[in-house]
């Protein structure tokens, strides 16, 4: 006679419902209070990459905005300056599968109230437009240039030759307004295809996976392959995140980081959040990568009298000048990029500096 025994391991699509739930728990209820702006950042980026990638966490994970969804029109009404994170988290709500039809409703309060008309940014008023058309109200059917113009700003591959991080983030959140977070053509062109390749070579150089998980993201939405070489280490960093629980731990963290990387992962074909999440407050630390050579790159180039935007003749300027460690970063980058010897030649900024006539006392003297 034998026994059998029985063991309750859980299926593959319970684990990961277990960790959607956990993880929307812990944002929701444990690491800030609810009307904290922070609060309503957090959550509305988590909700919109689970919505994005087409990740659907089950009714019971998504239950606990249960209480924000129900109050989701006093909220708004007495914040309306947070209006596109409360419409974000109530679309994605809904569209997640939470139920209801309040997005209508909040999107015809906010037009009608003329919310959008206060943003002062193209980018502010493409986000806007994006979320609400998803309601089918268009905020800005009076502005037909405002999608030229957001191309417009992103097709200068010399903006994102230097560094700018705001600038570059910018160029990534037009991309996704554009491209509806990858459900359209974003209709980029050569130039810009250039700019994502240019301010990805200044965030490999820096090692700032933050801003090129974002950056190989925005590629793929527009029909493009990022370099293996970034994703590849993209894949490693995410790999070397510590993911701790405790109600003692800072809730300023790298969760951004760690969701973009999550992200790109799902965006990439693969699967988001594979981590082992627990109940009650987490947070998310990137492992130390060191620092990459794009301090030391610059300074080097701001300090030589000669300096020219010819790469070959300056690469053993540069080169001598690095850490082993960043001479090999420096490497890799140049084997990523499309167009390096074109990225150095913006990034060295031989312009005015290096051919400035005599200043007006000097022509006196």
């Given amino acids: 006679m034998s026994n059998v025994v029985h063991l309750n391991v859980p299926s593959r699509s319970d684990r990961e419902a277990q960790r959607h739930a956990a993880l929307l728990r812990s944002f929701a209820q444990h690491r800030r209070l609810g009307d904290d702006v922070f609060w309503l950042k957090e959550n509305a980026e988590l909700l919109n990459i689970l919505e994005c990638t087409g990740t659907r966490p089950a009714a019971a994970a998504l239950a606990v905005h249960e209480k924000v969804y129900v109050r989701v029109e006093q909220r708004l009404g007495f914040f309306p300056q947070y209006y596109r994170f409360l419409l974000s988290i109530c679309l994605d709500l809904e569209d997640l599968g939470f139920g209801g039809k309040k997005g209508e409703v909040l999107v015809d309060w906010v037009a009608g109230e003329g919310l959008v008309e206060a943003e002062l940014s193209d980018l502010q008023r493409g986000e806007a ?19 030229d113009r957001l191309r417009g700003f992103i097709a200068r591959p010399a903006t994102f030759a230097l560094p700018n991080k705001k600038a570059a983030y910018e160029l990534t959140h037009t991309v996704f307004y554009l491209s509806e977070y990858g459900r359209r053509d974003p209709r980029i062109d050569a130039d810009t295809r250039q ?64 969701f973009v990387c999550n992200w790109l992962m799902a965006a990439a074909g693969g699967t988001a959040f594979t981590g082992r999440f627990e109940e009650g407050r987490m947070a998310f630390f990137r492992p130390e990568t060191g620092f990459g050579p794009l301090r030391e790159i610059s300074e080097c180039m701001f300090h030589l009298e000669n300096r020219t935007g ?49 200043s007006r006392q000097e022509a006196r003297a």
């Fill in 310 to 358: 010819d790469w070959a003749r300056m690469r053993g300027v540069v080169a001598e000048r690095l850490s082993e460690a960043g001479h090999r970063i420096l490497s890799l980058a140049e084997a990523a990029s499309q167009d390096f010897e074109r990225f150095f030649s913006g990034f060295a900024r031989t312009g005015l500096g290096a051919g400035l006539p005599p």
């Fill in 195 to 258: 700019s994502l390749d240019f301010a990805g070579t200044l965030a490999f150089l820096d090692q700032n996976a933050d801003l090129l998980a974002e950056i190989c993201i925005a590629m793929r939405y527009a029909g493009l392959t990022p370099p293996q070489i970034w994703e590849d280490w993209l894949a490693a960093h995410l790999r070397g995140f510590a993911v701790e629980r405790g109600e003692h731990l800072p809730v300023g963290d790298d969760y951004h980081e760690y």
């Fill in 129 to 147: 437009r994006r979320l609400m058309l998803r309601r089918g109200v268009d905020p800005l059917a009076h502005d037909d240039g405002l999608d």
